[in-house]
């Protein structure tokens, strides 16, 4: 696994780069909470059975934060 460095190898750009990286995690993991919070609320409208398993995966995906469309059930 390679690590994205910094400009420069020092400990302070390395350190800087890394806190980068945490706030940008941060920011998508809000979103992907407003999502799976927002189809939740869609799934107790009580919609039709193709509706449900469509915001299932929503939420899926917003929850692995990974698009899973394409993996087998019960891989992961």
């Not at 980068?20 to 799934?43: D, R, V």
């Not at 107790?44 to 939420?59: C, K, V, W």
């Amino acid at each position: 696994m390679e690590i994205d460095r910094a400009p420069c190898s020092c400990r302070m750009c390395f350190n800087r780069k890394k806190e980068e990286t945490m706030l940008a995690s941060e920011k998508i993991a809000k979103p992907f909470m407003a999502i799976t919070e927002e189809a939740e609320k869609l799934q107790q409208e009580n919609p039709s059975a193709p509706i449900r398993e469509g915001l299932q995966t929503i939420i899926s995906i917003a929850e692995q934060q990974s698009d899973i469309r394409g993996a087998k059930a019960g891989n992961g």
